[in-house]
């Protein structure tokens, strides 16, 4: 039975999210005679990369994530969980004080939507749709990923936050720090979850 070769992979998550670090556990288990121990590894490493993707922060990157008025934004089911198309979904926001949320969700297909805007909360948690919304947030088509931000001011925004077309994560940040740069790095915050469509 054959052993890793000495530039395999530390059991950190760091290392093992490391490109260079797979690919090389990767042609290894490629050149590997013994078919089980093949698809030990290869189970190793879909687990490596599943242990990647949770690790993932959405908010690196946004002028606004740093200043900590967001204590938490989560789903009803909790960050991650799957929704089947028409499921209610219902979002929780916890803020350190009072101010305006702003959801947005961006879809697996790229397209985005706003789900609430400029809506005045207390400090605490404020689950949405709140029933003065007189709306329900169903899980719709596009199935996949669905990333949900909430946008946080304490000052009352003075302009609506655009969303048109497709958005990669590049386009999405932009806009979301074009929306906020008008406002004091003090006043403002910026926190994502995600959900599954099935």
Do not use: H
């Amino acid at each position: 039975m054959g052993t890793l070769p000495p530039t395999a992979p530390s059991k950190s998550k760091r290392e093992l999210c490391n490109t260079q670090t797979l690919v090389r556990l990767a042609r290894y288990t490629l050149d590997m005679r013994i078919a089980p121990v093949s698809a030990l590894l290869m189970g190793s490493l879909a687990l490596s990369l599943s242990a990647c993707t949770v690790a993932v922060r959405p908010n690196l990157g946004l002028a606004g994530s740093s200043s900590n008025l967001i204590a938490r934004v989560t789903p009803d089911k909790g960050e991650g969980s799957t929704y089947a198309v028409g499921e209610p979904v219902r979002i929780n926001v916890t803020t350190r004080e009072a101010g305006y949320v702003t959801l947005l969700a961006l879809n697996a297909d790229g397209s985005a939507n706003a789900l609430v805007r400029n809506a005045y909360v207390a400090a605490g948690t404020t689950t949405f749709p709140r029933l003065q919304d007189g709306v329900t947030f169903n899980a719709a088509p596009p199935r996949g990923l669905q990333r949900i931000r909430a946008i946080f001011t304490r000052p009352r925004p003075t302009t609506d936050l655009v969303i048109s077309g497709t958005y990669d994560g590049n386009r999405w940040n932009n806009t979301t720090n074009d929306y906020l740069t008008p406002y004091a790095a003090a006043d403002r915050d910026v926190q994502e979850t995600y959900i599954y469509i099935r």
